[in-house]
């Protein structure tokens, strides 16, 4: 990580918004909003360890419940990040 310029942190950083994505090629970035309901089904299908620890994914989700979820394709992440980052604004 230093010899990319950067430093480690050491405290969690606060969330500001859940994407859900997959690339697709040519695709150009539309998400739709979610509800918090909608966005934790979304992470429960891809949080592997929940099968073997459901209580313990649903108590880290519910600290996401005041978060907004995007979901859609992606085309190229140099195209598609900068409009993320001002979603996350």
Known sequence: MAALGGKPGFEPLPLGLV????????????????????GILELLA?????????QRALDTFKNFLAV????GARGEAQETVPLILEQAE
């Open 46 to 54: 891809n949080t592997v360890s929940a099968r073997r620890e459901p």
């Open 19 to 38: 994407v859900i994505s997959q690339y697709q090629a040519g695709a150009l970035w539309h998400p739709k909003s979610l509800s918090p309901g909608q």
């Open 68 to 71: 907004p979820f995007l979901k």
